[in-house]
């Protein structure tokens, strides 16, 4: 099995058990609808991958198990869409935000937090059974800081400006990060990605399924 494989098998020794269950096996078309809009950012025609839902374990299982008295969805702790682990051991969260990009800071800042909090409290659960073998118990925060990333797709159609931008950047081999990005880079991540939908595609998804490792340093230089 390969890393992601590995992950997945211990998220399934959690909720087995926990006596619990979810269909957490989703890809980027699924994870990325709004449900304020009714709309998916990410299209069934673009080429897609495998990803893990963070939703269907943070607000179904995990909250059953960590806060069992409470029935309702909003007292779920906090998570990204979707996340990946690429066969370079380089984790990926991803989330999709189909809203201007200065309306997302606050939730993106909070889930960055809280959904790295949930992953280490299944991990260190599972430890005595079923341990991850290229994760860094010793120190989970530098291994956040060489070995997870984060990735922010905006929606092009509310976001032209920053569209075009994030495009012109990685023409130039460069790369646009807005500040509060850059922050969580500096606080908890190893990198931070602005994308849109295509962008993600083209830099992300093609040679992930290409080269069966999704390191984006190998588009910019900076």
């Given at each position: 099995m390969?890393q992601y494989d590995d992950?997945?098998?211990?998220?399934?020794?959690?909720?087995?058990?926990?006596?619990?269950?979810?269909?957490?096996?989703?890809n980027?078309?699924?994870?990325?609808?709004?449900d304020a809009?009714?709309?998916?950012?990410y299209?069934?025609?673009?080429k897609?991958l495998?990803v893990?839902?963070?939703?269907?374990?943070?607000?179904?299982?995990?909250?059953?198990?960590?806060?069992?008295e409470?029935?309702?969805?909003e007292?779920?702790?906090?998570?990204?869409?979707a996340f990946?682990?690429?066969?370079?051991?380089m984790w990926?969260?991803?989330?999709?935000?189909n809203?201007?990009?200065?309306?997302t800071?606050?939730?993106?800042?909070?889930k960055?937090?809280?959904?790295?909090?949930m992953?280490?409290?299944?991990?260190?659960?599972?430890e005595?059974?079923?341990?991850?073998?290229?994760?860094?118990?010793?120190?989970?925060i530098?291994?956040?800081?060489?070995?997870?990333?984060f990735?922010?797709?905006?929606?092009?159609?509310?976001n032209?400006m920053e569209?075009?931008?994030?495009?012109?950047?990685i023409t130039?081999?460069?790369?646009?990060?807005?500040v509060?990005?850059?922050?969580?880079r500096?606080?908890?991540y190893?990198?931070?990605?602005?994308?849109?939908?295509?962008?993600?595609?083209?830099?992300f998804?093609?040679?992930?399924v290409?080269?069966?490792a999704g390191?984006?340093q190998?588009?910019?230089t900076?």
């Amino acid at each position: 099995m390969n890393q992601y494989d590995d992950f997945k098998a211990i998220i399934d020794a959690y909720l087995n058990q926990n006596g619990k269950s979810a269909e957490y096996k989703s890809n980027l078309h699924k994870t990325s609808f709004s449900d304020a809009e009714s709309v998916y950012l990410y299209e069934s025609s673009q080429k897609d991958l495998e990803v893990i839902n963070m939703d269907s374990i943070a607000q179904g299982p995990y909250r059953k198990i960590r806060f069992p008295e409470s029935d309702k969805k909003e007292d779920s702790i906090s998570t990204n869409d979707a996340f990946i682990i690429c066969n370079d051991n380089m984790w990926y969260f991803i989330e999709f935000k189909n809203q201007k990009l200065n309306k997302t800071k606050d939730s993106v800042s909070k889930k960055a937090y809280c959904n790295w909090y949930m992953l280490l409290d299944i991990i260190y659960e599972m430890e005595r059974k079923q341990r991850l073998e290229t994760f860094w118990y010793a120190n989970p925060i530098e291994f956040a800081r060489e070995h997870v990333n984060f990735i922010l797709v905006i929606s092009e159609d509310k976001n032209p400006m920053e569209a075009k931008r994030i495009q012109d950047s990685i023409t130039a081999g460069e790369r646009y990060v807005p500040v509060f990005l850059e922050k969580l880079r500096k606080y908890i991540y190893h990198d931070v990605f602005l994308h849109t939908p295509v962008t993600l595609e083209r830099y992300f998804v093609k040679r992930t399924v290409s080269e069966g490792a999704g390191s984006l340093q190998n588009y910019v230089t900076g």
